[in-house]
C-alpha cells in the first residue's frame, strides 16, 4: 500500500522559509516522479515542484528561484525548501508520486496533477505579511 506523509508546515512571516519533507513507502521510490502540488481556498491544485528519478526538476514561474525539491533515496522522503516565502504561498500543500512519462527517449517529471495517482494528506502552510 501506497503512503505518502507530508510534514514541517506552519505559520512564518513574509520572507521566512520552511522545510517540507514527505516519507514516502509501498512502491519503489527511487523509480517514480514526485512532486508538490498546493491549493488554496476557492482555488485550484496547482503544481509547484517536481523531480524525476534522475533528479531533473521543473518548477513553476511563481516559484522559480525561490523553492528547491530535492529527494533522498535512502531515506525515501521528498523535500520542498520554501524561502522568501510570500502571503501567496499560504495554502495546503500536497506530497504526489506516479509514474514518470516518457518522450524523446528519456523520463520526465511535470506538474500535472494526471501524472500523479497517489497523493498525501496535505500540511498547511501559512504566510503572514
Known amino acids: 500500500q501506497v503512503q505518502l506523509v507530508e510534514s514541517g508546515g506552519g505559520s512564518v512571516q513574509a520572507g521566512g522559509s520552511l522545510r517540507l519533507s514527505c516519507a514516502a513507502s509501498g512502491y519503489t521510490y527511487s523509480s517514480y516522479c514526485m512532486g508538490w502540488f498546493r491549493q488554496a481556498p476557492g482555488k485550484e491544485r496547482e503544481g509547484v515542484a517536481a523531480?524525476?528519478?534522475?533528479?531533473?526538476?521543473i518548477y513553476a514561474d511563481s516559484v522559480k528561484g525561490r523553492f528547491t525539491i530535492s529527494k533522498d533515496n535512502a531515506k525515501n522522503t521528498l523535500y520542498l525548501q520554501m524561502n522568501s516565502l510570500k502571503p501567496e504561498d499560504t495554502a495546503m500543500y500536497y506530497c504526489a508520486a506516479g509514474r514518470c512519462w516518457s518522450g524523446g527517449g528519456s523520463w520526465y517529471a511535470t506538474l500535472h496533477k494526471t501524472q500523479y495517482n497517489y497523493w498525501g494528506q496535505g500540511t498547511q502552510v501559512t504566510v503572514s505579511s
Open positions: 523531480i524525476d528519478s534522475d533528479g531533473s526538476t
